[in-house]
């Protein structure tokens, strides 16, 4: 049977096996799917044990070490060496190749398990380190087929594209969910950086080094740290489409109407109550929720 999505948890059985896990840690699925930080590291492993017993009684089904990884990697729980080798056992394109029949499906799905396994083979208890979620420019989804050589996802492509020099020639960069305290600093030097993607990480604040990325329309920084909207992003001359979902901002600054580019800001469970009255909201789509 073909699966219909190439991404994490997008699949009917691995959505039942996750509202089962979840239901064992005492967390509804959808509460979680609006914040997946209410899963934590303490309650996924107190429940370890009942979960390790229920994915081993299933013997060869691939779905149930799936939904495990990315559990344990989103909370940064322990993950014994064992069981490491059996996700990773069971996690291989070789096993599903003849489910995908769209070129660009497939393509989306090696990208999807070559992340989840590089986090998972790097995984150490204690570092959270995030599945990725592909984001699409502009309503198009075809930044990582037509695109692709011109992007960089992850920690490993990105190193050797820093090694070889290649990062400077790059216009799309997928960083999500490796635990970054700060944006690489080499980041600020890629002149022609078109979109770049830091969601699920732990970064704070941003410097006013990223007013050298002239070129960047796109950024998107959902699951961070943020307590205050970064004013040097209010700088950014051509920016049009920003994201600070899920995080602690309580705060948009009158400044952010100085982004004359600027077509959607996405703000979605933050603390803030309202929008304030003197954004500038003509052209602009505010996509807001209260946390």
């Known amino acids: 049977m073909a699966r219909s999505s190439a991404q994490l948890l997008d699949d009917d059985e691995e959505l039942d096996l996750a509202t089962f896990m979840l239901d064992a840690c005492g967390i509804d699925y959808s509460n979680f799917f609006q914040d997946e930080r209410i899963l934590t590291r303490e ?34 729980a322990n993950m014994p060496e064992d069981l490491r080798h059996k996700i990773l056992d069971n996690t291989k394109w070789e096993d599903e190749e003849s489910k995908w029949l769209i070129q660009n499906n497939i393509i989306e799905r090696k990208i999807y398990l070559n992340d989840f396994s590089e986090k998972v083979r790097k995984h150490v208890q204690g570092q959270k380190l995030h599945p990725i979620r592909l984001i699409y420019l502009n309503g198009k989804n075809d930044l990582y087929t037509k695109y692709r050589a011109n992007t960089i996802i992850g920690n490993n492509e990105f190193n050797k594209a820093c090694k070889d020099g290649r990062i400077y020639r790059t216009k799309h960069i997928n960083l999500q969910g490796w635990d970054l305290k700060e944006i690489p600093k080499i980041i600020f030097k890629i002149k022609n950086l078109e979109s ?20 960047l329309k796109i950024l998107s920084l959902d699951y961070n740290e943020f307590h205050e909207f970064p004013g040097s992003i209010t700088k950014l001359s051509v920016i049009e489409d920003l994201s600070f979902d899920n995080n602690y901002i309580s705060e948009i600054p009158e400044s952010i109407n100085n982004l004359r580019s600027l077509k959607t800001l996405y703000i979605r469970k933050n603390k803030i109550e309202k929008i304030p009255e003197y954004i500038e909201t003509g052209k602009l789509k505010i996509f807001y929720s209260y946390f």
């Open 43 to 76: 309650n996924l492993e107190k429940n370890l044990k009942f979960l390790r017993k229920m994915i081993d009684n299933r013997f060869s089904r691939r779905a149930p070490y799936f939904v495990f990884g990315y559990f344990i990697l989103v909370t940064g």
């Open 196 to 215: 770049l993607s830091l969601d699920y990480n732990q970064i704070k604040e941003i410097s006013e080094d990223i007013l050298e990325l002239t070129s």
